[in-house]
């Protein structure tokens, strides 16, 4: 069965300052992985993916994220971040297009 | 374009009542469908996929119950509400050209 993990309750990060939010996954076969943001009482916005090819890929609002296959790791990252950036975020597995799992959600908190 | 519609987006219900939660969405054909439930604000817990009609798939043992009468929509259901069933539910879907998944506004259920 396929998980995913994200070890971090909280990131605080300073505004300005590069942001990093890890996830870790499990998953039989090729794994597709894609990151979310969830602002307060809505729904989840999509962000990024890795299907296939390059390993960093870019998404939404500067955020990027690396796959490293051999530390089963989709790590979300992003350069300089905003105080608009706190909020929570999911990393998320799936194998093939149908059952999609997410890990516990990390808030993310930039102060100013 | 894609749309997904769900509602109520909140709704309070006293305990041993019925619920009927419904998903509906536009723009795609043969969706994979799926409803999750949120507690405390956090991790996301995957309690029904669908990948057609009349095919549900339960991930959790539950007071709740999942049908997909039709091609594009869903609907989660229960007999009779437990205190335990209160959160936050949301609604999602991916399709066969697009691996991400869209969600919903979320249904913010509390049971009195």
């Known amino acids: 069965a396929q998980s995913v993990a994200q070890p971090e309750d909280q990131v605080n990060v300073a505004e300005g300052n590069p942001l990093t939010v890890k996830c870790t996954y499990s998953?039989?076969?090729?794994?597709?992985l894609f990151w979310y943001v969830q602002y307060p009482n809505r729904g989840l916005q999509f962000l990024l993916k890795y299907i296939t090819g390059d390993n960093l890929v870019k998404g939404s609002y500067g955020f990027e994220a690396e796959f490293n296959k051999s530390q089963t790791s989709f790590h979300l990252k992003k350069p300089s971040a905003l105080v608009s950036d706190s909020a929570l975020y999911f990393c998320a597995v799936s194998a093939g297009f149908q059952k999609l799992v997410f890990g516990t959600g990390t808030r993310l908190l930039v102060s100013p | 374009s894609q749309t997904i519609h769900q509602w109520p987006a909140t709704l309070v219900q006293p305990v041993g009542s019925p619920l009927s939660l419904e998903c509906t969405v536009e723009?795609?054909?043969?969706?994979?469908l799926y409803w999750y439930r949120q507690a405390a604000g956090r991790g996301l817990q995957l309690l029904f996929y669908s990948v057609g009609i009349g095919q549900i798939s339960s991930e959790v043992p539950q007071n709740l119950s999942a049908s997909r009468p039709q091609d594009r929509q869903f609907i989660l259901s229960s007999k009779k509400l437990l205190l335990s069933d209160s959160g936050f539910y949301l609604c999602?879907?991916?399709?066969?050209?697009?691996?991400?998944?869209?969600f919903g506004q979320g249904t913010r259920l509390t049971v009195v």
């Open positions: 723009g795609t054909s043969n969706p994979n």
């Open positions: 999602a879907w991916t399709g066969q050209g697009n691996t991400e998944a869209f």
């Open positions: 998953v039989s076969g090729n794994p597709y």
